[in-house]
């Protein structure tokens, strides 16, 4: 039905920058809430920031002021801009999105999960 392709993760020193793509592709007719999670080694997987389709934000508190999620509508599309990275942001990023598709004759929705990103940041 669909599937989201991220890009973006690396390896970076503390207080550098990195930015996630995350694409939604497949029969999509529209996408609602978007977003960002992680999960660190030994850790559960938590939230970092999620969006609306109307624009409305929502962060961690561990990243709010350093990460910055925005997304482009007609491209299906979210991104996270993280800049003053910290060791402690050294994680899988995944990417969610509710999509509403095209599915035998008939539209469905359902959360999708993207594969994952590494991201790394060195002290």
């Known amino acids: 039905q669909a599937q989201l392709v991220e890009s973006g993760g690396g390896l970076v020193q503390a207080g550098g920058s990195l930015r996630l793509s995350c694409a939604a592709s497949?029969?999509?007719?529209?996408?609602?809430?978007m977003g960002w999670y992680r999960q660190a080694p030994g850790k559960q997987r938590e939230l970092v920031a999620t969006?609306?389709?109307?624009?409305?934000?929502n962060y961690a508190e561990s990243v709010k002021g350093r990460f910055t999620i925005s997304r482009d509508n007609a491209k299906n599309t979210v991104y996270l801009q993280m800049n003053s990275l910290k060791p402690e942001d050294t994680a899988v990023y995944y990417c969610?999105?509710?999509?509403?598709?095209?599915?035998?004759?008939?539209?469905?929705?359902?959360?999708?999960w993207g594969q994952g990103t590494q991201v790394t940041v060195s002290s």
């Open positions: 969006i609306t389709s109307g624009g409305s934000t």
């Open positions: 497949g029969s999509i007719v529209s996408a609602s809430l």
């Open positions: 969610n999105a509710h999509l509403y598709t095209w599915y035998g004759g008939r539209v469905s929705n359902r959360d999708y």
